[in-house]
């Protein structure tokens, strides 16, 4: 499956798309057992909700709350039930059948295997428009829709009566199920669609909704909207929450001020916040699958500065040249933690041995801070391109922290590598991520979040034929490794690790990226909102068993 991405392609990127979970305040009134009488959590959002339809959102890290796929991702990113009764797998790996089980929309009409097949052709069709059609690669024929080369109604997906629904795919693909918590999966209903036409979507009233929850108070462009539990929900036993309030705060004094207020039960901190607060009884943190990067641009358009990148040794002495516990503790300042490799610790683990891949891959002096080793390197990458001294251009956003990140970058290189000089663009993160996308820089700061826990969702980035893949790395070995990952080994869980490990070691070993260090976001949270359930990856906020206790 080719991997395109959406979490982050620049990491401050991650901030507007990440919800932040919250409890209610201690003034709840109580009701008996172990329940408050008021079941009403307070969430704080980043960002203005910039749509509801699941076929073209720009991230889905709360959304399965009103919108359910065929499977929810559960506590440590386990597989849970969702909208398909049983599944049957064919023994080759290719066909998937879902029986969907007997479920409702919002307004009490049935939830049919058709809905599903409407969904995923109207997502994959070019004219949709969707972020994310790039997670229906190795479904039949998607490329090729997605590329306007074939017509949708060629998806290998069909329906046979109101409960069956097939899948076929190309390829075997060894994290289907897990791509299927996705809502971006999920049905949508052709008949609301044709009812409201225009309308579809640009209001909370102007959809139907299948999840724990359904959105309310939501005009398309205000900054308060409500979740409400759903009574037509298939599981709705399970839930205790009646209501979800969220506001739209973009900055963390503000957020701040409102939890130590009672107004919110949990904050994200701010770097400057995290150095007072993390000994606060209320502190807490919670993951990411993100891995903050340097890119290089292998094909710069100043021939210099070509020749210096597509050296390896210059590549890695500046890699060595990096403290990276010095930038995570004294410069990020939060819970963030060091890279070692592409892939986040703890994403994945080996199905022989059951160990981490990243503690798998990890080579020898690619992350390290050695800075003997990198002057050496350093001179010995200067002599074999003819060079005396390099100037480059490091591209980042100007949102935290990415600037105090870049000035670090900045000191540590010049000084640990004479002859060095870098010049810091910090810019607007639109602008930023356009001019990363056309090439247009030398150095780039960007980051990789995982869409579903498997290492081929960070691997496949770095492929020669991904459109993520900006400084232009192109690496056989690597690109082999990868598409074994995703072929004849697809069906070969051991063979497939063992692919993923060898591609790992190998981008490492040429530094074709230099990973910098892991997100890990700090927050206050008040210890009565129980029941909520974080994910590193994927649909990060499950709120379905969520309750404010007593």
């Not at 392609?9 to 990440?18: E, G, I, M, P, R």
């Not at 205000?222 to 399970?238: C, G, L, P, R």
Request: charged share 20%; net charge positive.
């Amino acid at each position: 499956m080719k991997k395109k991405s959406v979490v982050t392609a620049l990491l401050s990127l991650v901030l507007v798309t990440v919800l932040a979970a919250c409890g209610q305040n201690s003034s709840q009134s109580t009701g008996s057992g172990k329940y408050a009488s008021n079941q009403v959590l307070n969430l704080s959002y980043p960002s203005p909700l910039d749509s509801i339809d699941i076929s073209n959102m720009s991230g889905y890290g709360s959304t399965g709350n009103i919108f359910e796929s065929l499977y929810r991702l559960g506590k440590n990113g386990s597989i849970t039930p969702g909208l398909a009764k049983s599944t049957k797998v064919s023994k080759d790996g290719k066909t998937y059948t879902f029986t969907i089980r007997d479920a409702k929309w919002s307004d009490g009409s049935a939830i049919t295997a058709q809905d599903f097949v409407y969904s995923w052709k109207r997502t994959v069709t070019p004219a949709t428009k969707s972020q994310y059609a790039y997670l229906f690669s190795g479904v039949k024929n998607a490329d090729a829709i997605v590329a306007g080369k074939k017509a949708p109604s060629t998806l290998g997906v069909k329906a046979e009566g109101q409960h069956t629904f097939i899948v076929s795919l190309e390829k075997p693909i060894s994290y289907f199920k897990k791509l299927m918590t996705y809502p971006l999966f999920g049905p949508i209903s052709e008949k609301a669609v044709k009812k409201w036409g225009a309308k579809y979507a640009t209001k909370a009233q102007y959809m139907l909704y299948s999840g724990p929850f359904k959105l309310t108070g939501w005009t398309g462009t205000n900054n308060k909207w409500q979740f409400v539990k759903n009574d037509q929900y298939w599981d709705k036993k399970a839930v205790h929450l009646q209501k979800i309030n969220y506001s739209v705060n973009q900055s963390t004094t503000t957020t701040l001020n409102l939890f130590q207020e009672n107004k919110l039960d949990l904050t994200q901190l701010a770097s400057e916040q995290v150095k007072n607060l993390k000994n606060n009884s209320k502190y807490r943190t919670y993951p990411y699958s993100i891995t903050a990067f340097l890119v290089y641009n292998f094909q710069d358009s100043d021939s210099t500065v070509k020749k210096a990148l597509n050296n390896q040794k210059i590549r890695q002495a500046i890699s060595l040249s990096i403290n990276r516990k010095t930038l995570v503790k004294n410069v990020i300042g939060d819970a963030s933690t060091v890279s070692k490799t592409f892939v986040p610790q703890d994403l994945a683990d080996d199905p022989k041995t059951g160990k981490d891949f990243s503690a798998q891959s990890t080579v020898k002096n690619s992350t390290s801070y050695n800075t003997k080793l990198a002057k050496q390197l350093w001179q010995q990458g200067l002599k074999e391109t003819g060079l005396k001294k390099l100037t480059l251009r490091l591209l980042t956003s100007n949102d935290e922290p990415n600037k105090p990140i870049s000035q670090y970058l900045k000191s540590a290189l010049e000084k640990n590598l004479t002859g060095l000089t870098v010049d810091l663009s910090n810019i607007p993160a639109k602008v930023a991520s356009s001019r990363a996308q056309a090439g247009n820089f030398d150095l780039y700061l960007s980051g990789w979040g995982a869409d579903f826990n498997d290492p081929i969702s960070h691997l496949q980035i770095m492929t020669s034929n991904s459109g993520y893949n900006y400084g232009k790395y192109n690496s056989k070995t690597y690109n082999q490794l990868v598409d074994q990952a995703q072929d004849q080994d697809a069906n070969d869980k051991n063979a497939r690790w063992q692919d993923m490990l060898k591609a790992e070691r190998t981008i490492m070993q040429d530094q074709g990226i230099t990973p910098l260090y892991q997100t890990v976001y700090s927050h206050l949270q008040n210890p009565k909102a129980k029941g909520i359930i974080h994910n590193t990856a994927g649909t990060q906020w499950n709120y379905k068993y969520a309750y404010i206790a007593k």
